[in-house]
Nanobody
Framework: QVPLVESGGGLVQAGGSLRLSCVASGMTFKQYTLGWYRQAQGKQRELVATVTSADNTNYADAVKGRFTIARENVKNTVYLQMNSLRAEDTGVYSC?????????WGKGTLVTVSS
């Protein structure tokens, strides 16, 4: 298993911002498609945003214009900048790396947005 370690979650008021980070090790990081997913309590995990090896990004409609995904290959890190947070953004955010038929997940970091 390739470890993906997330950080940056926490408690924030509605309208606030957080930046999540995910650091990978033991992989050819720059060749993977990276993503952030989230799971709210009692709901299925859903896609938040992805960034390909060519730096093409994709966002869920619910976060477009508020969240930004970015990768920094020299640091083996992918970020999720979250602005204008809403109560419905609350959940466990997990990092994902896909490539070469492989699929890796981090353990997740909890984001709680208070209204």
């Amino acid at each position: 298993q390739v470890p993906l370690v997330e950080s940056g979650g926490g408690l924030v008021q509605a309208g606030g911002s957080l930046r999540l980070s995910c650091v990978a090790s033991g992989m050819t990081f720059k060749q993977y498609t990276l993503g952030w997913y989230r799971q709210a309590q009692g709901k299925q995990r859903e896609l938040v945003a992805t960034v390909t090896s060519a730096d093409n990004t994709n966002y869920a409609d619910a976060v477009k214009g508020r969240f930004t995904i970015a990768r920094e290959n020299v640091k083996n890190t992918v970020y999720l900048q979250m602005n204008s947070l809403r109560a419905e953004d609350t959940g466990v955010y997990s990092c994902n790396a896909k490539g070469f038929g492989l699929d890796y997940w981090g353990k997740g970091t909890l984001v709680t947005v208070s209204s």
